[in-house]
């Protein structure tokens, strides 16, 4: 199972973007799918999950991000988005896409390579 990430660039403070993420591979069932970023010298932190359509699809945020940010996902094409609205200066990090699935190798956690998104005048 593979993720890649697309979708981050430089925006100016107050900016959009959206981040995508496509899981491929021999995938028999995805679970839960987040976005966490890590900015430099600070640990990873979770940015935003979504629970499968059989869980629900029941979202959650970081206090951070709450009200800005918006994680979706389309089962059918095994894909995440986050769109992210009033971008700040802080919200500057580099973004991993992590999935939950079963493969052949039965349940592992997956992440993508990241995509940096930068936030700056």
């Known amino acids: 199972v593979q993720l890649v990430e697309s979708g981050g660039g430089l925006v100016q403070p107050g900016g959009s973007l959206r981040l995508s993420c496509v899981a491929s591979?021999?995938?028999?069932?995805?679970?839960?799918m987040k976005w966490y970023r890590q900015a430099t010298g600070h640990q990873r932190e979770l940015v935003a999950s979504?629970?499968?359509?059989?869980?629900?699809?029941?979202?959650d945020y970081a206090d951070s991000v709450k009200g800005r940010f918006t994680i979706s996902r389309d089962n059918a094409k095994n894909t995440v988005s986050l769109q992210m609205n009033s971008l700040k200066p802080e919200d500057t990090a580099v973004y991993y896409c992590?999935?939950?699935?079963?493969?052949?190798?039965?349940?592992?956690?997956?992440w993508g390579q990241g995509t940096q998104v930068t936030v700056s005048s």
């Open positions: 979504i629970t499968s359509a059989q869980a629900g699809g029941i979202m």
């Open positions: 591979g021999t995938i028999f069932n995805l679970a839960d």
């Open positions: 992590n999935a939950e699935a079963r493969s052949w190798e039965g349940w592992r956690h997956y």
